[in-house]
Nanobody, 120 residues
């Protein structure tokens, strides 16, 4: 089975910045949308940002103006640039990809997650 690989998480001071990366293996193609989700302890997983194959983006209200999602030219890697981080941003961040296989249908795949901790 295919799997996405996230990296870039860590400990950062409030107001600091962090850049997350998500790499898709070559076996994943025909990707329609990739996105970042996060889950804090005791809370449900929530959408942070998404980007389509046409580079159209969508952000959660809490991320607007602070986070930027982007994709490499080869479309095998997606990034999440996080600025002005707050303690409330502390969570495990997961990368997600939606893709299709002609004659089979639509599929989605997730990464294992990378921990982001915003604290003094």
């Amino acid at each position: 089975q295919v799997q996405l690989v996230e990296s870039g998480g860590g400990l950062v001071q409030p107001g600091g910045s962090l850049r997350l990366s998500c790499a898709a293996p070559g076996s994943i193609f025909s990707i329609s949308t990739m996105g970042w989700y996060r889950q804090a302890p005791g809370k449900e997983r929530e959408l942070v940002a998404t980007i389509t194959s046409g580079s159209s983006t969508n952000y959660a209200e809490s991320a607007k103006g602070r986070f930027t999602i982007s994709r490499a030219n080869a479309k095998n890697t997606v990034y999440l640039q996080m600025n002005s981080l707050k303690p409330e941003d502390t969570a495990v961040y997961y990368c997600n990809a939606n893709y299709w296989i002609p004659g089979r249908g639509d599929f989605e795949v997730w990464g294992q997650g990378t921990l982001v901790t915003v604290s003094t």
